[in-house]
């Protein structure tokens, strides 16, 4: 099983909401990540888990705010969006950091 | 010089010949190499690893690394147009300490029946 599952699939946000991003896996890994892919680019990393523990952040805005409140679960707060932050937010998870990783079906977010 | 490089394409192949997609990198240390296919409006999926020098094959599908040049390829076999999409290469990388994976733009193939 090389399942990742994202909630929502889709998600219309304004500017001033507060919103979560939600993302599980049942495979035992330890890394899991934030990725940001706008259309006809590629994915662009944002954050590493590495055992529930933050291990990198791409210099990522504080509106978006990174949980791991275990090591199956992954969320994405978001708040205070800008248009220019809709996009396709993928998760992805791995055995270690460095591993091949497997990606959810993502969230697409379009923030008005 | 990008981390990673493809072309971006697209590669128009005829039904049943056969695709060869390349990606170069720029980290002499990096171990691990990894494709990815990605449909249209679709998240990536991971279709090939490898680690070592040499081919690595599964199914219709090659991969092909060399470390020395810093080059690592993906061939298609009896390429059919449901492998029509893009594909990414991603290579495992050491940045600040820590193992990234990082991916190149992309290469788009366009199989023609």
């Known amino acids: 099983d090389t399942e990742v599952t994202q909630t929502p699939k889709h998600l219309v946000m304004g500017m001033t909401n507060k919103k979560s991003l939600k993302c599980e896996q049942h495979?035992?890994?330890?890394?899991m990540y934030w990725y940001k892919q706008k259309a006809k680019k590629p994915p662009e990393l944002m954050f590493v888990y590495s055992y529930e523990k933050l291990s990198i952040n791409e210099s990522v805005p504080s509106r978006f705010s990174p949980e791991c409140p275990n090591s199956s679960l992954l969320n994405l707060h978001l708040h205070a969006l800008q248009p220019e932050d809709s996009a396709l937010y993928l998760c992805?998870?791995?055995?270690?950091?460095?591993?091949?990783?497997?990606f959810g079906q993502g969230t697409r977010l379009t923030v008005v | 010089q990008k981390e990673v490089e493809q072309n971006s394409g697209p590669l128009s192949v005829p039904e049943g010949a056969i695709a060869s997609l390349n990606c170069t990198y720029s980290?002499?240390?990096?171990?691990?190499f990894f494709w990815y296919r990605q449909y249209s409006g679709k998240s990536p999926e991971l279709i090939m690893s490898?680690?070592?020098?040499g081919d690595k094959e599964d199914g219709r599908f090659t991969a092909q690394l060399n470390k020395a040049s810093q080059y690592v390829s993906l061939l298609i076999r009896d390429s059919q147009p449901s492998d029509s999409a893009t594909y990414l290469c991603a290579v495992n990388l050491y940045s600040g300490g820590y193992q990234k994976v990082t991916f190149g733009t992309g290469t788009k193939l366009q199989v023609i029946p």
């Open positions: 495979m035992g890994h330890r890394a």
């Open positions: 980290d002499r240390g990096s171990q691990s």
């Open positions: 992805a998870s791995s055995r270690l950091t460095g591993a091949e990783a497997f």
């Open positions: 490898i680690y070592s020098n």
